[in-house]
């Protein structure tokens, strides 16, 4: 692609909000764009392919900092990868963590859930455990004798 782009023509091609590239120059993700005469941002293939890469890795999850770092190490085609490495597998077990969180947080939930006798609010086992203050790692309160 040879072609200049103009920002709206990058925001469709890569589905990213035009605001969404004016923070990305902001913050140093993007490289500030070429300007026309009139000042419009003009983008090309390389800045196509960049925030390509950006838009993939933040749904991959990493943060600013990480993707600014993978960023900085593409820019050395020559450089070992295992720095790019390092970061994928600290990302990787921010991940893990989170879904062991996730998994821990649904149990509770579906305890929470199970815990429903139905009737009314006020006796409601749910809305009790929500009350309930957090005290040994669940907030769900064992169901009281009738």
């Not at 890569?14 to 003009?42: P, Q």
Request: charged share 30%; proline share 2%.
């Amino acid at each position: 692609m040879s072609k200049m782009l103009m920002i709206g023509d990058l925001a469709a091609a890569t589905g990213t909000k035009v605001n969404t590239i004016r923070f990305y120059e902001e913050i140093g993700l993007m490289r500030r764009a070429a300007r026309t005469a009139s000042g419009r941002r003009t983008y090309g293939a390389g800045d196509l392919e960049r925030l390509r890469f950006i838009r993939h890795a933040r749904k991959l999850g990493f943060e600013t900092d990480e993707i600014r770092s993978l960023l900085a190490l593409g820019d050395d085609p020559e450089r070992q990868c295992d720095e790019v490495t390092e970061i994928a597998l600290r990302h990787l077990a921010d991940v893990n963590q989170k879904i062991t969180r996730l998994m821990l947080l649904r149990d509770e939930l579906g305890q929470i859930a199970g815990s429903c006798e139905g009737g009314s609010v006020s006796e409601c086992r749910i809305m009790e455990s929500l009350s309930a203050e957090y005290t040994s790692g669940s907030s769900v309160k064992p169901a009281s004798a009738p």
